[in-house]
C-alpha cells in the first residue's frame, strides 16, 4: 500500500530595477521631439521609426542635416545610440550631434529639451546625459545641463567643432534609465496579489502593461509591469492533511508507506521500520501545514509592502 504525499510551496518575488530599454521597441512610443534654440525656440519631431534616427550621418553633416539652426552653418544628426554616442539602432539612448564651426561668442549645438510621446499623450523626458562633447573656447560650462533641466526655455551651449570639423563633433548623449523601470513580478494564483503604477492596477487579470507616472517636477517616468502568476498549491496539502483526495489531476509525490513488522526473524525478535520511515502523525502535519501557510502569509504581506513603498 502506498500514501500519496502532496506538499507544494509557493513563493512570491519580485524585482524592479532601472534598466536599459531599446526605445525603438518601447510600448505604446510614437515620436521623438528634439528642441533648438536658434533666434526663439523650435520643436523637431521624429516619427519612432523615421529611418533618421537609424542613421548617423557622420562626415556627412556637412552638408546635409537631420535638422538645423543657424541657417547653412549649424546642422543637427539625431540617433539611437549607445552611452557613447555610438550608432545603435536598438539603443536605449539618443544621440544629437551637431557641427558648428562658428568660433565668434555664442557656440553652437543649443539643445533645450528632449522628450518622447506616447500614444496617450504621456511625455517622458531623460533626466540624465550618458555623456557629451563640447569644444571650443564658446562653450559654456556646465551648460549641458540645460538640455535635462526640465526647462524647455533655456538650452545649452557647447562651442564649436572648429578643431576637428569633420570628425568630432558637438554632442549630448541622453540617457533614459532613471525614468524607464521594469518590473517583474512572481505570485500565486489567487493570492490576490496587486501592484499599482501610475494609476493602473496590475492583478491577476490584468497581469503586463505600462504604468504611466507622473511627477510635479515634470520628471515623468513609466514602468513596464510583468507578473507571472505560478499554481497556487497550498490548497492540496490542506487536503492531504484533512486525509481528503486532492483536486484531479494534482501532481503527486509518493512515498512508500512503512512495511509492517515482519513474522520473528533469527532470535524470535521482530523486525521494525525505522522511526525516520513512519508516517508524521496528525499532530506533526497540522504543525507543518499552520508553519507554511504562516510563512507564505509574512512573505505576501512583506513583498506587498516592499512594492506599494516602491511607488
Not at 556637412?62 to 539625431?78: L, T
Not at 562653450?139 to 524647455?152: F, H, M, R, T, W
Not at 503604477?197 to 497581469?207: A, C, K, M
Request: one cysteine or more; hydrophobic letters at 35%; proline letters at 7%.
Amino acid at each position: 500500500m502506498k500514501t500519496k504525499i502532496i506538499l507544494f510551496l509557493s513563493f512570491l518575488f519580485s524585482q524592479s530595477v532601472l534598466t536599459q530599454i531599446p526605445l525603438p521597441t518601447l510600448p505604446n512610443l510614437t515620436q521623438i521631439i528634439a528642441r533648438e534654440a536658434t533666434s526663439g525656440y523650435f520643436n523637431h519631431p521624429f516619427d519612432v521609426n523615421d529611418p533618421r534616427l537609424f542613421t548617423r550621418l557622420s562626415a556627412g553633416l556637412n552638408a546635409s542635416n537631420d535638422f538645423g539652426g543657424v541657417p547653412g552653418a549649424e546642422n543637427y544628426d539625431i540617433f539611437y545610440s549607445d552611452a557613447a554616442g555610438n550608432l545603435d539602432g536598438n539603443g536605449a539612448y539618443i544621440t544629437i550631434e551637431c557641427r558648428y564651426l562658428g568660433t565668434s561668442a555664442g557656440g553652437g549645438c543649443n539643445i533645450s529639451h528632449l522628450e518622447l510621446v506616447f500614444s496617450n499623450g504621456f511625455k517622458l523626458s531623460p533626466n540624465k546625459l550618458a555623456s557629451f562633447y563640447n569644444s571650443g573656447s564658446n562653450y559654456l560650462v556646465g551648460s549641458e545641463q540645460k538640455a535635462i533641466d526640465c526647462d524647455p526655455n533655456t538650452s545649452t551651449t557647447m562651442g564649436n567643432n572648429t578643431a576637428s570639423p569633420n570628425t568630432m563633433f558637438l554632442r549630448l548623449t541622453f540617457d533614459f534609465s532613471n525614468v524607464i523601470n521594469k518590473v517583474n513580478i512572481s505570485a500565486c494564483q489567487g493570492d490576490d496579489m496587486q501592484y499599482m503604477s501610475g494609476g493602473t492596477t496590475f492583478n491577476e487579470e490584468n497581469p503586463s502593461g505600462t504604468g504611466y507616472i507622473n511627477k510635479a517636477n515634470c520628471y515623468n517616468s513609466i514602468e513596464l509591469v510583468n507578473i507571472t502568476f505560478e499554481p497556487l498549491n497550498i490548497a492540496n496539502f490542506i487536503h492531504w492533511v484533512r486525509g481528503k483526495t486532492p483536486p484531479a489531476g494534482a501532481p503527486l509525490i509518493e512515498k512508500n508507506t512503512p512495511p509492517t513488522a515482519r513474522a520473528p526473524g533469527r532470535g524470535g525478535r521482530h523486525t521494525l521500520p525505522p522511526k525516520s520511515l513512519l508516517p508524521p502523525t496528525p499532530q506533526k502535519q497540522l504543525a507543518v501545514m499552520v508553519i507554511i501557510i504562516l510563512l507564505h502569509s509574512v512573505v505576501l504581506h512583506l513583498m506587498n509592502k516592499i512594492l506599494q513603498d516602491k511607488l
